[in-house]
């Protein structure tokens, strides 16, 4: 599919401009006006930021709006503010606190509503169950949640008194989540008993119970009850929510801790090239302001706008556009427990037929999911509200942007293609709705402040269509400050290939109208159904199997996933490679790491493709992998016969 979706693309000729009544209600109304912005934005950018800035409600004015040193950024110094209070309370002093912030959607039981009002006075109760706790600013807790409104409360009651959280995706096992709480050594989890999903519960906090046997940090653990299942409660260490929280010591009063621009607010891991991820870190001020801004303008919110992210919040578009850049703009956003097809592949449609969504916001994978379906879901459900459709995670084949357009957009929707990473904090390519004419597959344009551009293995720049990395050529607020205590992988893995320029390991090309195109990873990270992973994590868990010597994994093309995990494994001697025993190593891989890490197929294999000094080669099993004839110059390898016995075995 990879070579199919670039003809594809390169064959892309249509385009799609903003019907004139989008336009004129949207913030940005034409291209002339988009590109004014822009030009201004990158001649004078502290100008730019300083006037959104104050926009914000601060509680110091900052001197400064940046500052660098080397490959560091700080911005807005000496300002000091609260992101809680800037996406609750800021809004209750605009007479909005009736206006409803959350809706969420449970995956069976009755919708819950929050207003402004209401979720405020939410975050400042659990903002003082953790003071009551002993929790200070600066201390870290790791949230490993469903997605339920504890989480958002439990978010923001972190921001609010400056404790720095570190989100798991649920979907992670008990390693992984335990590897997290190790890097950032936080003090406490806020877990639940479990989480619906398709009508299973998975047993959440049984996960965290495993995870925190080698984490000494953790002294306490909070539990939401969601599910009603048995689990062990350990005096001492595990607190119920629902008793903590109706405690009388508990008021319903907590002042906002006023924060430095620069304090850290949380730490998302993410993979990278090694099998340890790396602890993103976003700071308050800079990091508000680029969700509050990027959020403004690229879903062009309106105050009677129903919005919704399906991300999880455990990842960062759920951080970014499900709570905090929706929040500070005082949106209505809608926060959705269970799975896209459950219990009917129509559930999405029906969501946004029920709350009457105008903004929807979603993955290619999601997308390509739902219309293998078939268009008699959608068609069964009345989708007339929505205005503004929105995709992120990996690129979109031009099919199915056609469909999303035609079939849910009733070809009046706008599509927001974004392009953004963990550690951009939020968007940086995108179209602005109201005034970007669209080519499907394509991110279109660099949002205001952001100088994006494609360059050469030699750092010159690419020419239209030629293809090279793509980079980052001055810095912005949303952007990560560093690695959580590893300032030298984050100068290395941004800035070290090409001095002073933010490299995003992304390969894109743009086209002769200088429209972004983004082809996909250059590093050993896989987008697998948009979830990120790294190929060195999964390999780690395939060797931690005990009947496992060695494992290389590549990613190959998949019509839904848009990539699946494909693993080669050298079995120890004596052990013969069953289908029994791949079974049990896949589960192995989902126990220890998570499901969305499970390899799809596992070859056995006598030997690997490795050169002289050792190293696997993975662009020769990539294209094993991939049904390749030819795999390319194998002439550095130390046994190149290998290759033979490998393409013979390949699974289909
Ligand atoms: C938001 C998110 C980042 C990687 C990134 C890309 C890929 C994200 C798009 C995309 C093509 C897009 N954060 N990616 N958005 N590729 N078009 N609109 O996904 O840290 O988990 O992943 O995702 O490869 O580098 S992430």
New binding site residues.
């Given amino acids: 599919m990879e070579k199919d979706y670039i003809t594809s693309i390169l064959k892309e000729k249509r385009i799609f401009k903003p019907s004139k009544s989008f336009s004129k209600n949207a913030s940005i109304k034409s291209m002339g006006q988009y590109k004014k912005i822009y030009k201004e934005s990158i001649k004078n950018p502290n100008k730019f930021w300083a006037e959104k800035a104050s926009e914000l409600e601060w509680f110091k004015k900052w001197k400064t709006v940046l500052r660098k040193k080397g490959n560091f950024f700080k911005y807005f110094e000496h300002g000091k503010l609260n992101v809680a209070f800037n996406c609750l309370d800021r809004h209750i002093k605009a007479g909005k606190g009736n206006k409803i912030a959350l809706i969420w959607e449970p995956e069976k039981g009755a919708t819950k509503r929050y207003t402004y009002s209401q979720l405020h006075k939410e975050v400042s109760r659990f903002s003082n169950v953790l003071k009551y706790r002993g929790l200070r600013k600066g201390d870290r807790v790791c949230i490993y949640m469903p997605m339920i409104p504890e989480l958002a409360i439990s978010m923001l009651a972190c921001a609010r008194i400056g404790l720095i959280h570190s989100i798991v995706f649920g979907g992670f096992s008990s390693d992984s989540l335990r590897d997290r709480i190790k890097d950032c050594k936080a003090k406490m989890v806020i877990t639940s008993d479990g989480s619906f999903r398709n009508n299973k519960i998975i047993p959440l906090k049984n996960t965290v119970d495993d995870a925190v046997k080698k984490c000494p940090s953790v002294k306490q653990i909070i539990v939401v009850k969601r599910c009603k299942n048995k689990i062990k409660m350990k005096k001492k260490r595990d607190i119920w929510w629902h008793k903590e929280i109706t405690k009388k010591e508990i008021k319903d009063k907590c002042e906002a801790e006023s924060m430095d621009s620069e304090d850290p607010l949380f730490i998302l891991h993410?993979s990278g090239t090694t099998g340890k991820p790396k602890g993103i870190l976003h700071t308050q001020a800079g990091y508000l302001l680029y969700v509050y801004q990027t959020f403004k303008w690229v879903f062009d919110i309106q105050d009677k706008d129903i919005y919704w992210c399906t991300a999880d919040i455990g990842?960062?578009?759920g951080h970014s556009y499900i709570i905090y850049g929706p929040l500070a703009n005082a949106a209505t956003t809608l926060m959705y427990e269970g799975a896209p097809m459950y219990p009917k592949p129509n559930r999405f449609w029906e969501i946004i037929q029920k709350h009457k969504v105008t903004i929807f916001y979603t993955a290619p994978t999601a997308i390509r999911a739902l219309m293998k379906q078939g268009d008699k879901w959608p068609k069964s459900c009345n989708l007339k509200s929505l205005r503004l459709l929105g995709?992120?995670?990996?690129?979109i084949n031009p099919e199915a942007w056609i469909w999303y357009h035609k079939i849910i957009g009733n070809k009046k929707c706008p599509i927001v293609?974004?392009?953004?990473?963990?550690?951009t904090g939020g968007i940086l390519i995108t179209p602005l709705p109201g005034a970007t004419p669209l080519k499907p597959g394509s991110?279109t344009f660099p949002f205001p402040g952001i100088v994006a551009d494609i360059v050469k293995e030699n750092g010159k720049k690419a020419k239209p269509n030629e293809g090279g990395f793509l980079v980052i050529k001055n810095p912005w607020p949303g952007m990560l400050r560093t690695v959580w205590g590893d300032d030298e992988r984050y100068k290395k893995t941004y800035f070290g290939k090409y001095k002073r320029i933010y490299l995003?390991?992304?390969s894109a090309r743009y086209d002769k109208d200088g429209y972004f195109w983004?082809m996909?990873?250059t590093d050993d990270v896989m987008?697998i159904s948009?979830h990120?992973i790294g190929t060195a994590e999964v390999e780690s868990h395939l060797v931690s199997h005990k009947a496992v010597a060695e494992a290389a994994v590549v990613p190959v093309p998949d019509k839904i996933k848009g990539w699946a995990i494909y693993a080669f494994v050298t079995l120890k001697k004596g052990i013969t490679g069953t289908d029994e025993l791949r079974k049990k190593i896949i589960k192995h891989v989902a126990d220890h790491m998570g499901h969305i890490a499970k390899p799809e197929k596992i070859q056995f294999a006598d030997d690997l493709p490795k050169t002289r000094s050792g190293k696997i080669m993975r662009r020769i099993l990539k294209a094993i992998a991939e049904g390749e004839e030819d795999v390319g110059n194998i002439t550095t390898l130390a046994d190149p016969s290998v290759v033979v016995n490998l393409k013979k075995d390949r699974i289909k």
């Avoid at 995709?391 to 690129?395: K, S």
């Avoid at 293609?417 to 550690?423: F, I, K, L, N």
Wanted: proline share 4%; aromatic share 12%; charged share 25%.
């Fill in positions: 993410t990842w960062i578009t995709t992120v995670g990996e690129p293609d974004t392009w953004w990473q963990t550690e991110a995003a390991g992304d983004i996909g990873r987008k948009g990120r």
